[in-house]
């Protein structure tokens, strides 16, 4: 009894240590390094607003790219999504409340449902098409595109997004807190426990014999759709906020630069759920990423934005060679163990 | 399969094809909506744009398309947002293509080749709001489709930095963050030349205009680690619009700096940052009733900035050379004459200025325009827009 135990205790301890080991390496590295300077990562109140809120994009976008990627669908259409909900947010908001107390609300709710009516169209165009989920996602990421030009004729939106309430939301950490962990929350919860979720995990991990067992994978698929683009509206949302405008003239998919941020929180994230829970997984590492871009703004001085985009393309690189190559890594420290003789013989 | 994958592509192709469509043609429809009286031949003339966003710009635009375009038998045709050397020659020809009998330019990219283009589709070409660098207009002074030039010069634009960064070093502050706009455009350029000096710092050991314009020009942007603070450090630096503009802001403000000081733009993209913040901030842009919000409850202390009517005069010279009364120095080269910026520190300071010019009644209003458009000498003409105003 004491033996298993034991064995419990240890497998809780390997848990917890593999779960926090990246994010606490991450922070002392980052820390070291700009106390080196005799800075720290986070300055003061207005630079712990944007490491939330950084958090919670990043976040919120790890999730929504792994939602589809996981089930073989390569979604490119997920930063026009973001673009379009805001888009049509604001300017529904505005036209209702003009800018007054109440929009930074009002604008975020509606960014969730155009999020989610514009994933749906997505998923049942790729359901209908029966094209590569690859081809669909750059056709839709396309149309997508021209209707954000059509509707803001290329230029910024600004007067619609820039008002007391909006300020008032960038500029606390407490909201972009409480999305993170309502989002943490819905996700662990429809995809962890609910049929939906079970679904979606047997499609994930076997798709003909999850189909033979009576699982519905069109209707599954249109579902994980809308939830992406319902996930990308709240991303929409906290990019106006951080931004306080949204540039309405992005065409021939200069929006799929929204969805690259995801990649490297993701492998980070889906290394963590080894130990742990996915979607907390892509939280540790939406905070690791935040930690790093707080880290570039307390060198902004002497790290340009060109080489902080080489250095997080260089650490995606060097992530994936280690996730490829980790049986070998373990070959080569792990000591080799002396065979029996009789067995041997 | 295959043949079906193809046609579905093919409509999916035409359907992205019919929006873009649709969106190039959203604002140029805009702008063709008002017909003009067909008892005077109506003259077409493309404005190239660069900006489409920018408080000063849509107040240019508000000016020449709801008085100008209202008053005078002209039909003005904006381009898209123009980023590139490249996209402004495209411009110009498709204008070219249309009818347009000239261009007027609030776009900077390459201006010579605007110029060059110009001529050879034989539309005259005017510079609205800024003006050329020494060296270019020399080269196409003499050049018969180049009308001229009307806007603050390069001195004026050095002069305009100089001052308000002078405004905050004697105000006390001991550290700033600046914004370049978009260097290597020549008049942000000059302007951040003479924020560095104006705040008594020297660039690179230098602290003349034209050392540090050179060494700005050739860095193409301004290296901090070449500026040699006397009183007031530069604590965070930045230029440019893209993706990475948020952090870079985000990391300025985080340098908690006592003032930011932009070479323009500042009130279009980051008033509402600063203004959360706490930071006080300059910028040079128009006297807009954006800017004047910003003034009277926002953060922005100090604003060098261009009425909207200010490019009524290169207007006027335009349609006179259209009409065949081109207006030429003595030496018979095009015209090159500097406008002042005005400037306000005050709520006050700004609502006085502001309200001297409005679409409505605008300082150059057809009855002051009437008075250039026809024949008239370059010294008159010259008189006529470099009399105070305000």
């Known amino acids: ?345 | 399969m295959k043949k079906k994958i193809v046609k579905v592509l093919a409509v999916l192709l035409a359907i992205a094809v019919v929006v873009g469509t649709f969106a190039a043609c959203s604002s140029k429809s805009s702008n063709d909506g008002e017909e003009k009286a067909p008892t005077q031949e109506t003259v077409k003339i493309g404005v190239l744009v660069a900006d489409v966003s920018g408080e000063e710009a849509l107040s240019f635009r508000n000016y020449y398309e709801n008085y100008i375009a209202k008053n005078y038998p002209v039909e003005l045709i904006y381009t898209e947002k123009l980023e590139d050397a490249a996209g402004e020659k495209a411009a110009i020809e498709k204008f070219a293509s249309q009818g347009c009998k000239a261009i007027i330019s609030l776009s900077s990219s390459d201006r010579a080749l605007q110029i060059e283009t110009c001529e050879a589709n034989k539309l005259y070409y005017a510079v609205a709001s800024g003006m050329l660098d020494d060296e270019q207009y020399e080269q196409y002074k003499a050049n018969e489709y180049f009308v001229g030039q009307i806007g603050p010069s390069m001195m004026t634009e050095y002069q305009a930095g100089y001052d308000m960064g002078k405004y905050f070093a004697d105000k006390g502050v001991k550290s700033i963050a600046m914004y370049g706009a978009f260097i290597p455009n020549p008049m942000h350029v000059y302007r951040a030349a003479g924020v560095i000096a104006g705040i008594g710092a020297t660039y690179g050991g230098a602290s003349d205009m034209g050392a540090i314009v050179g060494q700005i020009f050739g860095d193409q942007g301004v290296d901090l680690s070449k500026v040699q603070a006397n009183g007031v450090e530069i604590v965070s630096y930045f230029q440019g619009y893209s993706d990475t503009t948020t952090d870079e802001l985000n990391a300025a403000i985080q340098a908690n700096p006592d003032a930011f000081i932009s070479v323009g733009m500042a009130t279009t993209f980051f008033a509402q940052q600063l203004n959360t913040a706490g930071i006080e901030y300059s910028d040079i842009d128009s006297f807009t009733s954006t800017n004047g919000d910003l003034m009277k409850d926002g953060k922005l202390v100090y604003l060098v900035g261009k009425y909207s009517s200010s490019i009524g005069p290169i207007f006027a010279a335009v349609l006179d050379t259209v009409n065949g009364n081109a207006i030429k120095d003595a030496d018979g080269n095009a015209i090159s004459i500097s406008q002042d910026y005005l400037v306000a520190t005050s709520s006050e300071d700004f609502t006085k200025l502001q309200s001297l010019d409005s679409v409505e009644n605008p300082i150059f209003n057809k009855e002051v325009l009437d008075t250039v458009i026809g024949e008239v000498s370059y010294d008159d003409f010259k008189a006529f827009v470099e009399k105070d105003r305000v």
Not at chain 1, 14 to 25: H, M, Q, S
Not at chain 1, 99 to 118: F, H, K, N, P, Q
Not at chain 1, 156 to 176: C, D, H, L, P, R
């Open chain 1, 1 to 345: 009894m004491s033996n298993q135990n034991t064995k419990t205790g240890k497998h809780i301890a390997k848990n917890i240590f593999g779960t926090l080991a990246i994010p606490v390496l991450v922070a002392l590295v980052l820390e070291a390094i700009c106390l080196s300077q005799g800075k720290n990562i986070i300055t003061n109140l207005t630079s712990f607003n944007n490491f939330v809120i950084y958090t919670a994009i990043t976040m919120i976008t790890t999730m929504a790219l792994s939602i589809n990627l996981n089930s073989g669908r390569f979604d490119f259409s997920l930063g026009s999504m973001a673009l379009l909900s805001s888009v049509i947010s604001a300017k529904l908001t505005y036209a209702i409340l003009g800018g007054s107390t109440g929009s930074a609300i009002v604008m975020l709710v509606i960014c969730i449902v155009a999020g989610a009516i514009i994933g749906l169209i997505s998923g049942i165009l790729y359901v209908s098409l029966k094209l590569p989920p690859i081809i669909t996602s750059l056709g839709v990421t396309l149309i997508f595109e021209g209707v954000i030009y059509t509707i803001t004729g290329g230029k910024y939106v600004m007067a619609e997004v820039q008002n007391k309430s909006m300020a008032s939301f960038g500029g606390t950490w407490i909201y972009a807190c409480v999305l993170i962990v309502l989002v943490l929350a819905f996700t662990i919860l429809v995809f962890d426990h609910t049929k939906f979720g079970y679904d979606y995990n047997a499609l994930k991990n076997g798709q003909k014999v999850a189909v033979n067992t009576g699982v519905k994978e069109i209707a599954n698929a249109v579902i994980c759709y809308a939830i992406c683009g319902a996930l990308m509206g709240i991303v929409g949302f906290l990019n106006t906020v951080r931004n306080t405008n949204i540039n309405g003239g992005q065409l021939n998919f200069t929006s799929i630069g929204i969805m690259f941020t995801a990649f490297l929180p993701m492998f980070i994230g889906g290394y963590i759920s080894r130990f742990s829970n996915e979607k907390l997984g892509f939280f540790l590492a939406a905070l690791c990423m935040s930690m790093l871009n707080s880290t570039f703004a307390v060198f902004s001085n002497k790290v340009n934005a060109s080489m902080q985009s080489i250095i997080n393309a260089v650490l995606l690189v060097v992530f994936l060679i280690y996730l490829n190559n980790e049986g070998l890594l373990q070959k080569i420290f792990k000591p080799v163990k002396k065979q029996p003789k009789k067995e041997l013989e």
